[in-house]
């Protein structure tokens, strides 16, 4: 008689109809088939098997096997996962398929040990931000002075409130309660995020700018992953390298598509001039960097240099 398959549950937020959720659909394929079936991956999206914000304790304690989680859900656990929230930074990595293999993902894959977590997978999401409104575009950075604005966590904070806003830390699935609330005015998504969570339906305008970057992090729990056989850990990390490589392809097409398709649900699109960037890079950045040596220290400065590696 045939084993049993070895199961792995894997949970992650997005809704099905996310580019990144779809390549998370056949990363999990992948590993079933690399692994010659001995692996079951049950992937349980839009928060349907734990909140996002249960995932990394549930991997670490093993109550299930494995999660994706946005760098900026760990970022106020792991104060090092801010450096793609660098204004205007991380887009200008090219080749972007550099990332998962590289030293500054290397050293994020180690912070992510310490919690107990091992790191399997790197999908970039979006290099192109959407920063939404209602009535008008925001552009200038005057225009943000005492906007209550979708916030990304205390570091990245930073550099919105040296524009004046006020930013309202939340993750993109809460945003749209929180509009009807007036708990905030603004959000700030990735562009192809702006669709799949249907920012349109609360606001009519959009500032396009590659103001952050996002990715997307698969990990596991490494007593299960330490109980798999050679063959199996290489069909995980097989597949995590190849899902890499789809995510990239993915998300240039879904950002590519992404403006025309909010213009269509009745968006007013405005795509921001390089001027219009160096005017708030120029009070974004140094906030920002201040902000994150803070959080991060000497780790922090090193990881800068890593990235810069990448440009």
Request: charged content about 20%.
């Amino acid at each position: 008689m045939a084993s049993a398959a070895i199961t792995m549950r894997c949970s992650h937020p997005l809704p099905p109809e996310n580019h990144i959720a779809k390549v998370i659909d056949q990363w999990a394929a992948e590993v079933e088939t690399l692994s010659e079936h001995e692996i079951d991956v049950d992937v349980n999206g839009s928060g349907s098997l734990l909140p996002g914000r249960d995932n990394a304790r549930a991997v670490a304690a093993g109550d299930i096997e494995c999660a994706f989680t946005s760098n900026i859900r760990w970022a106020s656990r792991v104060p090092l996962m801010n450096i793609t929230l660098d204004p205007f930074a991380i887009g200008r990595i090219r080749p972007l398929e550099k990332w998962p293999a590289s030293r500054a993902a290397a050293m994020l894959d180690d912070a992510l040990s310490d919690q107990g977590v091992q790191s399997i997978a790197w999908l970039f999401a979006s290099a192109e931000t959407a920063i939404t409104s209602k009535g008008r575009p925001l552009i200038a950075p005057d225009d943000f002075k005492g906007v209550k604005i979708q916030g990304l966590g205390p570091v990245a904070d930073a550099a919105m409130k040296a524009l004046r806003a006020e930013p309202v830390e939340m993750p993109d699935g809460e945003a749209q309660a929180a509009l009807d609330a007036g708990r905030i005015t603004a959000g700030v998504t990735d562009v192809t995020s702006a669709l799949s969570y249907k920012y349109y339906e609360k606001q009519n305008a959009a500032t396009l700018l590659p103001l952050y970057s996002l990715f997307f992090n698969g990990y596991v729990n490494p007593d299960w992953y330490a109980s798999l056989s050679d063959k199996n850990k290489r069909a995980i990390l097989k597949a995590g390298q190849k899902a890499a490589l789809w995510a990239v392809q993915a998300s240039e097409i879904a950002s590519s598509a992404a403006p025309t398709r909010l213009a269509e649900e009745g968006m007013n699109i405005h795509k921001a001039t390089k001027q219009e960037e160096y005017a708030l890079a120029a009070i974004m950045q140094p906030a920002f960097l201040a902000a994150f040596r803070k959080a991060t220290g000497e780790a922090g400065d090193k990881l800068i240099r890593l990235l810069g590696e990448l440009g």
